[in-house]
Nanobody
Framework: VQLQASGGGLVQPGGSLRLSCAAS????????MAWFRQAPGKEREFVSS????????SYADSMKGRFTSSRDNAKNEVYLQINGLKPDDTAVYSC??????????????????????WGQGTLVTVSS
């Protein structure tokens, strides 16, 4: 599967963005999808994941409350809604897909190494 993230840009603190990730290839609904981000000078970190049918989501503790992940399997897309943006949210946001079947909620899908496919990221810059 090939992934392409979009929707980033320059936004003022307190603003909102909706990132999209378009997938091409078969069987999109068989992948757990995730968002990761990498801030300048920092390691890539887990943001959120969403199950195959979108029924369950998981977020990094620091992301809970302002980040919402969703997906539309009919469109082969996954989304990340970010509200109340802060300067610390400035990062390249990337989507990823995992075709491995593990128990969701075990923490497996929070790890970068659990994902087989990565898209080019989209830059989010939060600044006044």
């Amino acid at each position: 599967v090939q992934l392409q993230a979009s929707g980033g840009g320059l936004v003022q603190p307190g603003g909102s963005l909706r990132l999209s990730c378009a997938a091409s290839g078969p069987d999109f609904s068989k992948y757990v999808m995730a968002w990761f981000r990498q801030a300048p000078g920092k390691e890539r970190e887990f943001v959120s994941s969403i199950t195959w049918n979108g029924g369950r989501t998981s977020y990094a503790d620091s992301m809970k409350g302002r980040f919402t992940s969703s997906r539309d399997n009919a469109k082969n897309e996954v989304y990340l809604q970010i509200n109340g943006l802060k300067p610390d949210d400035t990062a390249v946001y990337s989507c990823a897909a995992s075709g491995r079947a593990r128990a969701y909620g075990s923490g497996f899908y929070n790890r970068r190494t659990s994902y087989d496919y990565w898209g080019q990221g989209t830059l989010v810059t939060v600044s006044s």
